[in-house]
């Protein structure tokens, strides 16, 4: 049985989603503040074994607040309380199940399966924290005013008191059909068990605390379970036996010692006990000797063994997601009833973890829980879900693409809500493979955090690439809002594979701003047919630059001389043609009235900086060909280029259409991320 997916409705910023699990991995990233924490808390308060893990109103989504102000206006209006109570909010999460595997034994299961259709094989489970049947009049006792002062302060206490999970199962076919089923039996089919993101594994004071040591005495309290394997029971036995040889040892020897050493209570003459003498009984329990006493220690030569803190953070973390999965496996194994279905929440694994270790983790991940199964299970899968939250870039771009949830935050007026949005739906198509495939190939190289960004910047080169530093030092003097202030990526991917990206980053909906060029060519007949060679703008009729063309989509090519050439159609373009959703493309334009139009950046930055560079001419086709003829004995020397301009020689002017587009970006300071004092 796996989990299909879920819905989340009104909590915190998860007022209305859904989100596909993979069978076996789900990788969960996005910007702070996104709500990637409320779907972990969401489970875990949900399937919480307690009934102390209740919601608050801060919990219910924002705009859920004036649902329980239009379900009183409705009381006081007098309507029906079967009208009044669908005006609630309720905190909802719903699952998709499929149990195709499981078809041979539903045990428990069946408690969730109550429609008649032989070929079908999901079911849908429902858990919802609503009010109380019947409690409408009380929820609202002494309220005659939903726009009161007081009104949040009165329901916030009513809400723990009045409210109460409910979980039902619903049949896919007839959504009609519903019907209730208690918490234990969820908790018999589904298993929910979470790492956390603080692990408390760099608390080295002097309270130090033996995390792994702690895990480990949880994996020998489920060995001596009724349920656990077999070889589980022996690791056990063996212990209890050789602590049951001490027990011997103590109530031979060292009772007699320790009843000496005790006073009797008939020196103080106290009446009425006809036997005041004291007596002993030390007791060794196997159990917990292994909880308070066991530690992890690292073997060093000479028989030198150190503590776990006198490890590196990095090594003890991975060590302690180890020893939980480990522990959640032997705590599935041991249940007197198997779930049949184990979701394990890991939250930001990359902890102290090096760049590659973070990559072998995600990599390998499942065939842990496969390890586990065919060396500790005699085979027998494992059924585990993992859910992995992260913010590091090695990890969310060595993951599968078909495993990647985004989790999107949007604005919408005084509202915010979470979006998520899955990688696997977006590139579905064949015409998307080359894309998908370009961009998957990118990410695993370059380490890009595109998925972590506010806001990113593709360029061209290594020029650009080196100067783009100095570019943000200079305009930031002159914009309101600071771009050195802002979370921004720079990519380096060429004219060329520009628009590999463009679809990705609707998908991401990033503000971005592609910085490229014009790549003027012009026809030239040869011996094998028209080539376009490269040449200034002036003259030019078309560009090299697949990015423009692909951006362009309605570029045509001229029927005659007067009609306009792909480069002149290009040129042409309006600043508002140049902007398409959260995306903006820059490219070469005139540098102010009496010069011409650059070509490639470095001829660009040579007109922007005429002075510099020694161009004294001014007319325009003068200026033109110098600043083309002197980047052209650039070409195998532009990061020297870009060094001396980014150090040494400082006081120059950004080309316009760069200025021009970083303006652009640096408006809107975070186009759709905002916090919410209820989410993390």
Known sequence: MKIKNARINNFRLLKNIEL??????????????????????????????SNSQKFKLEDFSISAISEFRQALSSKLAGEEDNTIRDLFPKIE????????????????????????????????????????????KAFFHELDDPNHVDFLSAIRERILKFFTTEITTIDPIDNTNITKVDQSKLLELIGVDFINAQRGLDDITQSEKDVLG???????????????????????????????KIQDVVNKDLKEKIDALLPTLEIFGYPGLSDPNLTTNTTFNAETIVESNTKILYDKADGITLPETYNGLG??????????????????????????????????????????????????????????????????????????????????????????????????????????????????????????????????????????????????????RILMPSFIKKIDNELENKLSSQYLTVLEVGGAYAHHFYKFLDFLNLKTLIITDLDATEPVNTDNGIRHKACITSIGKGTSNTGLKKWFDNLSEPTSDTEPSILNQIQQKTFA????????????????????????????????????????????????????EQAEKLKNKKANFALEYALEKTEWNIPLYIKEGLTWLSENVLTNQTTEENDN
């Open 20 to 49: 596909s699990f993979n069978n076996k991995s789900t990788v969960i990233v996005g910007r702070n503040n996104s709500g990637k924490t409320s779907l972990t808390e969401i489970f875990r308060r949900f399937f919480s074994e």
């Open 93 to 136: 999460l719903e699952l998709v199940i499929d149990y195709d595997d499981n078809k041979s034994d539903y045990g428990v299961l069946s408690e969730f399966i109550i429609d008649l259709e032989e070929s079908n094989t999901e079911a849908i489970i429902n858990i919802s924290y609503q009010l109380k049947e019947g409690k409408i």
């Open 214 to 244: 702690k895990i480990l005495s949880s994996i020998f309290k489920s060995a001596s379970l009724e349920n656990a394997s077999e070889d589980m029971k022996e690791k056990s036995k063996a212990l209890k036996d050789e602590v049951d």
């Open 315 to 464: 090594s003890r973390n991975l060590i302690f997601i180890l020893f939980k999965l480990f522990e959640y496996f032997r705590k599935y194994q041991s249940n007197p009833i198997l779930i049949k279905t184990h979701l394990v929440f890991i939250e930001e694994p990359e902890a102290h973890l090096h760049p590659q270790m973070q990559e072998v983790f995600i990599s390998k991940l499942y065939s842990i829980a496969d390890t586990f199964s065919n060396d500790l299970n005699n085979g027998v899968k494992w059924p585990v879900q993992f859910v992995v939250s992260t913010h590091s870039t090695h990890i969310a771009n060595e993951a599968d693409f078909d495993t990647i949830r985004y989790f999107l935050t949007k604005n919408d007026g005084n509202l915010t809500e979470t979006e998520v949005k899955d990688l696997k739906e977006a590139f579905k198509t064949e015409e998307d493979n080359e894309d998908k495939d370009f961009i998957y190939k990118y990410l695993t190289l370059t380490k890009s955090d595109l998925f972590f960004s506010d806001k990113a910047v593709l360029i061209e080169g290594a020029t650009e």
């Open 577 to 628: 043609e140049k902007e398409l959703g959260s995306r903006r493309i820059s490219y070469q334009i005139p540098e102010g009235e009496h010069n011409p139009c650059g070509r490639s950046f470095e001829d660009a930055f040579m007109i922007a900086n005429k002075t510099l560079f020694g161009i004294t001419q001014n007319d325009r086709n003068a200026i033109e060909n110098e600043a083309y």
